[in-house]
């Protein structure tokens, strides 16, 4: 990701087909995000608040209201969002432990 005059851009895709198909929230600038590659991350987005654009996602009630359009990650009606590359580099696998 890079920064340019306070709008953060997505860098390289090596993933151009991977979306995001659905999203749950875990606690706060904390989600579980599931991948149209069948994964499923933990997305951990205390880092982007650095970042002017993403600074309203410290308030909960804007963090939690995330949703998705078009695979990727949206906040603020449209005026936030972040690339699908982005959520999956910074993300770690979510190893579901099994209940028997």
Do not use: T
Request: hydrophobic residues 40%; glycine residues 6%.
């Amino acid at each position: 990701m890079y920064v340019v005059n306070g709008i953060a851009y997505s860098g390289d895709n090596n993933n151009k087909d991977l979306k995001v198909i659905d999203i749950k929230i875990v606690s706060e600038l904390c989600m579980l995000v599931e991948f149209s590659n069948g994964e499923k991350r933990i997305f951990d987005a205390k880092y982007l608040i650095k970042i002017p654009i993403y600074k309203k996602l410290e308030d909960f009630s804007v963090f939690k209201n995330a949703y998705i359009e078009n695979g990727i990650i949206v906040w603020d009606s449209g005026k936030i969002d972040i690339g699908v590359s982005e959520v999956y580099n910074n993300s770690y696998i979510y190893e579901q432990e099994l209940v028997i």
